[in-house]
């Protein structure tokens, strides 16, 4: 294995070079060892998911829209190892998240003292550090110490998501941007008018998340140097020494760090120690031993052929969002293009009046074949007073008005595509009623695709989750290339 040491990036190099020097860290021996470790693995893994991306690594498994206790003993009573809850919390308030998540941890506690399978909890979020936190994991944390014999001694901190391009280095989160990495806290994600924040450095994001209630000084971090050199024992008796729900920062520029890490805390695992995590869609493949598979392609999707046209709903506003939806434009001119004019919500009737201008057009477009993308303005909208609250809350207004266009279809789609994570969710969960659905796998690298439930508004049909931070310029005219049977 390799001895070179490895130190945190130099500021202002942080090119992609920072990656290429180690290597991919002895991914075969990574996999034996995790392999080895999780044949004795007997808890479900329970991922929560604040919106519906957090599929993006994953194949084969189910994903339920509500967190009933049925929900939960059925998830936990299946055969897969592991099955996604969705949340959606990212587009609730403080308060919302916090009475939904006192709502989850009731049931899940029930329901695992009920059919007697114990699990791991896992809070999917955003790789950019956008969310609910450290709301969500301390809100599950005090309600499940209330209503299980279980303590948490910490929790684990996995933004690493290759898909994505977001890696963790020197305890810096690092965001690619072509063949650069910048440091997540100077990035558009920071600035997000709901989630905003300013450290790169995880251990000063977490005092600066927290409010100083977690100093930067007390943060566990498992380094690169430990993890390339597979130094278990090293990252196990860190974990052994983590007490009063201390926090842990794991560092990864590859998947094999993460198996790595995997192996170590399900030693720890055996141990005793319990600990809830905060990650990416990474840390979810990794621990659940998900397999590799081929991406998606039309034949793998269309299970019944239709006249009708796809829909493609773009709601995200990130700049990486419009740079994409411009190259679709540029790439594949033949679909209807229809602008959602958000500004509609700040005349009164104005979303309703918008939405059935937009329907009819789509709908039209659809019938003759075509497929429709509608997109809102790409001008983001505050409220006069810019509070955090009234911005989230008109997102999700205008979202409604968006997404509920799918619930209003008169005809079935070939297919549906939905862009950004509120989006999605409304799409899937309200527009489409879909309570549950089978992840089939992804149709570009981090890019997910449901197969709808038989109880949605349109069964079995592709339902493709575009997230509004992945992917580059040209990803998404690939995806719709690809559903129109064009590549």
Excluded at 178 to 207: M, N, Q
């Amino acid at each position: 294995m390799s001895t070179e040491k490895i130190t945190a990036p130099v500021p202002g190099e942080e090119t992609l070079a920072l990656l290429g020097r180690w290597g991919e860290a002895e991914p075969q021996a990574a996999e034996a060892d995790f392999a080895a470790v999780f044949s004795g693995f007997n808890r479900k893994i329970v991922v929560l998911d604040d919106d519906p991306t957090g599929v993006q690594t994953v194949h084969d498994v189910a994903v339920y829209t509500d967190w009933s206790v049925e929900t939960f003993r059925a998830g936990l009573l299946g055969e897969e190892k592991l099955f996604f809850v969705l949340t959606n919390s990212r587009s609730f308030s403080a308060e919302e998240t916090r009475a939904v998540h006192r709502e989850i941890a009731d049931h899940l506690a029930q329901a695992s003292r009920e059919t007697g399978r114990p699990f791991v909890l896992i809070s999917r979020s955003d790789s950019t550090l956008r969310g609910h936190y450290p709301l969500e994991t301390q809100t599950l944390r005090q309600e499940l110490e209330a209503r299980l014999p279980v303590r948490f001694d910490g929790e684990i901190l996995l933004p690493f998501f290759l898909e994505g391009g977001r890696y963790t280095v020197g305890d810096v989160h690092y965001v690619r941007e072509g063949d650069r990495l910048i440091p997540a806290g100077e990035t558009e994600f920071a600035r997000d008018t709901t989630f905003g924040y300013t450290a790169s450095d995880l251990k000063a994001w977490c005092e600066e998340k927290t409010g100083g209630a977690c100093r930067a000084e007390d943060v566990t971090s498992i380094s690169l140097e430990e993890l390339r050199h597979r130094d278990y024992d090293a990252i196990r008796e860190k974990l052994l020494a983590v007490h009063d729900f201390g926090k842990v920062v794991v560092n990864a520029a590859a998947y094999a760090d993460v198996q790595v890490f995997a192996t170590a805390f399900l030693q720890a695992l055996a141990a005793g120690k319990e600990f809830l995590f905060r990650g990416s869609a990474a840390i979810v493949k990794v621990l659940g031993h998900i397999s590799d598979q081929p991406l998606l392609k039309r034949a793998d999707l269309i299970r019944e052929e239709t006249a009708a046209g796809g829909i493609v709903i773009v709601g995200s506003h990130v700049k990486k969002t419009t740079l994409q939806l411009e190259e679709l434009q540029r790439r594949v001119p033949d679909l209807t293009y229809l602008c959602f004019d958000a500004a509609a919500a700040l005349v009164s009737g104005g979303l309703e009046e918008e939405h059935r201008r937009v329907l009819a057009l789509a709908a039209e477009a659809m019938a003759q074949g075509k497929t429709a993308v509608v997109y809102t303005s790409r001008t983001v909208l505050r409220t006069a007073e810019d509070s955090r609250e009234g911005n989230l809350a008109l997102s999700v207004r205008i979202s409604q008005a968006l997404t509920s266009l799918v619930a209003e279809l008169p005809l079935r789609p070939a297919f549906v595509l939905a862009k950004g994570g509120i989006t999605s969710s409304d799409v899937g969960v309200k527009a489409l009623a879909v309570r549950r659905a089978m992840v089939r796998g992804q149709i570009a690298p981090g890019i997910p695709v449901w197969e709808t439930g038989g109880e949605s508004r349109f069964p079995h049909i592709p339902y493709v989750i575009f997230p509004g931070n992945v992917g580059d310029t040209g990803t998404l005219a690939q995806v719709v290339e690809t559903l129109l049977g064009r590549k």
